[in-house]
Each structure stands twice: as structure tokens, then as C-alpha cells.
């Protein structure tokens, strides 16, 4: 059974930052793309960041030079760091795996900015 599992959400202040991590289970992680979506209150779900198998990147327009998305093969793991953080950041934050029609979602990590 395939999991993502999100952590590193919560309450940051306007201008900090904090490291999202989504470890994946019951996947050959290595062979698929793996993204970061968010979807803020109102809005509808978006691309935030996405690395590709091959290691090729893509950033939103909105969160170039403040948010890095990596990952480690070793660990399963994708990380999207996320640095000065403001207002419009606060979303619900969702990993997401693809690999041609295969695609698989976590839960979901809250990150609230306050101002």
C-alpha cells in the first residue's frame, strides 16, 4: 500500500521558514516525480515546486528563490524548504507522486503564516 506521509506544518511568523518532509512507503520512490501542491483558503489546489526522477526541477512563479524542493532516494523522502514566508504562503501543503498514470497524494501539512 502505497503512503506519503507529510510532517514539518505548523505556525511560523511572517519573514521565517520551516522544512516540509514527505517520506514514501510501498513505492519505488527513485522512479517517480515527486511535487509539492498547496491549496490556500478560497483558492484552488497549485504547483508549488516539483523534482523530477531525473533530478530536474520546476518552482511556481510565486515561490522562486524563497522555496528549494529536494529529495533523497536514500530516505524516500522529499523535502520542500520554504523561507521567507509571508501571508499568502498559508496553504494546506500536499506531496504528490507521479510516475506515468500512477499518481498518489498525501494528507497534507497546514502551514499558517502570521503576520
Known amino acids: 500500500q502505497v503512503q506519503l506521509v507529510e510532517s514539518g506544518g505548523g505556525l511560523v511568523q511572517a519573514g521565517g521558514s520551516l522544512r516540509l518532509s514527505c517520506v514514501a512507503s510501498?513505492?519505488?520512490?527513485?522512479?517517480?516525480?515527486m511535487g509539492w501542491y498547496r491549496q490556500r483558503p478560497g483558492k484552488q489546489r497549485e504547483l508549488v515546486a516539483s523534482?523530477?526522477?531525473?533530478?530536474?526541477?520546476h518552482y511556481a512563479d510565486s515561490v522562486k528563490g524563497r522555496f528549494t524542493i529536494s529529495r533523497d532516494n536514500g530516505k524516500n523522502t522529499v523535502y520542500l524548504q520554504v523561507n521567507s514566508l509571508n501571508r499568502e504562503d498559508t496553504a494546506v501543503y500536499c506531496c504528490n507522486a507521479q510516475m506515468f498514470r500512477l499518481t498518489y497524494w498525501g494528507q497534507g501539512a497546514q502551514v499558517t503564516v502570521s503576520s
Open positions: 510501498g513505492m519505488m520512490f527513485r522512479l517517480f516525480d
Open positions: 523534482i523530477d526522477r531525473d533530478g530536474s526541477l
